[in-house]
DNA sequence: CATGAATGAGCTTTCATTCAT
DNA sequence: TATGAATGAAAGCTCATTCAT
């Protein structure tokens, strides 16, 4: 029995196609046709690929956030000192933000509005584990706040989701000097 | 002969009912009809008091930040020192975010997706000139860091936002005692 | 609080649509669109006056069906003897099948498909309750066989159906000289 | 080299998979995926063995229909009596409702409802042939009413029709005491 | 022969907006 | 002003059928 096989690519380009039409025109301005016609195909070829509207956007939420985990962890080892593995992944996650901006602003939209499943973000949030671990280590050492991760997180990597958002509407850049600040004042907020 | 007049009541009840569908449902999710059965009138008579969907959601924008505006202000004057006066606004920014969740939210909604005409946007960052006077104010008396409001804000006010939504969603709660943490973070992060 | 209200043609004109429609392309070739059209209103229209196809052809179903009954029962009293009562149900609905080939049609596809809910086939079974009751008082005045209601019907009235069904796809016609014979068979089979 | 020939089970699977969809949701529920996926065959195979939907459809017509009219006419032969020939044929029919209400129901579906080509529909009448022949011979003989065929048939006969969708639908069961009162109703309905 | 992917056409339904009163 | 009816356009999705293997 030999028979064509699902495209990966396809899947990829709806998915590609998805986040550039949410991000510029957001979730009531992307209609499916529009998606299949940027991905180049058929509007019914998208429901081989995903069960529905709300399926292909979940599905992207969650690709989207594991790639970038993937990068925020990268080069990073559980072994390394606290202050030393804290840069190395919010160095990880400034870049990201400003290397994928499309990427970045689109999960800023999923964070932000009901678009996606109550369960997809959970299954979303576990991609942060290695942080919070890290975190749990920094206190049990002394060196971070005894406070509990959502205070952690709002002052040591929400900050970039703005200046990102910043640096993509507004005339402002991220350049090395003012990163280093915002690393600094990251540091700052959450170490003892 | 009597002359009616467009009715603030129906305005006030037409942004209610937009606020709170597009909250819990996103604006997606937030049809005309719906909006009108819940502010209990006919959709045509949305179109009298709004030139259409978008601007609707416009206004709400501008209100919604002009209210909050007015509501992070009071009690500040800008002869205050800068501690206290950004103490005030912090206080004053988080408070309203705890008692007033929906608007919070609704706003968050706006800054993070294409859902407000950009000229609506440009207008309601107005509201926050206080807050970016007294840090210009803080810079030359050498006790805020000397560095652009983006980042400041990002720092700052920002994580609020964060916290917010994570006190909405998750079980978390900022009460005082967090409050405190939150306010020192905020300091830590813009003060010399 | 002038208004424009909802007219009792269209819905007339969009009930008739469908009848015409669904007797002659059958449920699965009777697109909205062509119902509208065939109407003369908007598509959208249909939802003003029906929730979606299916209520639209339930509700055709049993407004047709009353119809039907109303025309079954004209000139009939209960306080008739038995078999006049009975020869004069029998040539009302004769008559109407002869004379209302579409609507007897569309029933015979409603009673012979799952097009119609359970629940409106319910209610549209109640209307012949008056013949049902007249067959009782047969039983009980020994004239009608002792037999349950449904076999009645199959020989007394459903064959009508059959006729019908032949005089419109065949060249058959039930002149007068055949509804009496037809008559007289239908009384044979449920006399004692 | 093997040469692979068309499956007759695949056929018949497919056969088998229309008539109970069409039977359980009408034809207009009954899509080629889903016939397809109850056959256990892929959708493009059915375009192998049927030409297209109505071809399907209409082949499954005269499929049931002849093996309807083969029980029909078992152990009947022309050599019988009128009346013990009838007998035979009316009860052959009566079993075969009883015992095969899924293909009686398609069968009472395509005869009263557009869903069959013209031709096949005329092509399935033939099979009746030898009912009507009997009963050609019963009027020469002067034992059944010299009245036109439909007539006949629509009280002898299409009864039956009647009883089994009741059976099917309501609380209502056609035992051999019933059957023998309806073979009566039918015979008295036809003969002299 | 057999397949699962792929599709254009078309389905039912909803939408933002306008009409007529 | 205020309305519910009315609507063209378009939404999400399904369908019968074909393609490429």
Redesign the interface.
Known sequence: MVTRVKSPDKRKALLKATLSLV???????APMSKIAKLANVSPATIYIYFKNKQDLINQLYLEVKSAFSEHAFQNFSEEMPVKKGFEIIWNNIANYKIDQPEESNFL??C?????IDEKSRQEGLKNIEPLLKLWERGKSEGII?D??P??L???AI??????M??QQR?D?ELKED?KA??FQ??W???RI
Chains 1, 2, 3, 4 share one sequence.
């Not at 964070?111 to 678009?115: A, E, K, L, Q, R």
């Open positions: 991000n510029n025109n957001g979730f009531h301005a800023s939209q964070d932000n509005t009901p678009m706040k406070v509990c959502y205070i997180y709002a002052y929400y900050p970039l989701a703005f200046l958002t910043a507004e402002f003012l600040i915002a004042a990251a700052d907020s959450i």
